[in-house]
Structure formats: C-alpha cells, structure tokens
Nanobody, 123 residues
Framework: VQAVESGGGLVQAGGSLRLSCAAS????????IGWFRQGPGKEREFVAA????????YYADSVKGRFTISRDNAKNTVYLQMNSLKPEDTAVYYC?????????????????WGQGTQVTVSS
C-alpha cells in the first residue's frame, strides 16, 4: 500500500489542522494505520493509531484530548484532527500502515510509510 499525507501547514498556537492520509490498494481496511511525528533534532514518536475497523483508537499522552484519529475505509483515508495546537506540536507528520492485527506504538512495527507533511505551530 502507498500512503500520501496532506493538510499540513502553518498555524498559530490554539489553532486547528486536519491531516489526511490517502492510501492506495483494495486492502486498505486490512491495515492498522498510525500517525507519527518527528520534530527537529528529535526521534520519530507515536501520535495516534486506529484499528482496522476504526473501532479502537490510541493516543500519545501528549495529544490525548486534543487530537482525534478516524478513518473512512470506503475512501481509503485516515484523518488526524488536531485542535488546540501548541508550538511543541511542530514536526513532520507521517502516516504508516501495519499489516499486523495488534496495534503498536513502535515505528518499527509499521510496514509502509508516507513521505510526511510539515506542521508548524507559531507562538
């Protein structure tokens, strides 16, 4: 599967953005999808993940209550709604697909990655 992220940009602190991850392939609904981010000089970190059916979602503590992950399997798309953005949310955001059944928060557990989209939050 190939994934393409979009929706990044520059926003002021307190603002919102919605990222999209559009994936190719007829088996999109067979993949767990995760969002990760990598800030300047930092390691890639887990942000959120969603199960294959969309019935279960998982969040990093740093974004819980502010970000919402969802998916539309009919459109082969996963979304990340980001509200109350903070300067520390500035990073390149990546979506990734995992063929496994169990949702993992580890980047190495994902099989396919998009190219990333830049999110910059100004103070």
């Amino acid at each position: 599967v190939q994934a393409v992220e979009s929706g990044g940009g520059l926003v002021q602190a307190g603002g919102s953005l919605r990222l999209s991850c559009a994936a190719s392939g007829r088996t999109f609904s067979s993949y767990v999808i995760g969002w990760f981010r990598q800030g300047p000089g930092k390691e890639r970190e887990f942000v959120a993940a969603i199960s294959r059916s969309g019935g279960s979602t998982y969040y990093a503590d740093s974004v819980k209550g502010r970000f919402t992950i969802s998916r539309d399997n009919a459109k082969n798309t996963v979304y990340l709604q980001m509200n109350s953005l903070k300067p520390e949310d500035t990073a390149v955001y990546y979506c990734a697909a995992d063929r496994g059944v169990v949702v993992t928060r580890t980047p190495s557990g994902y099989d396919y990655w998009g190219q990333g989209t830049q999110v910059t939050v100004s103070s």
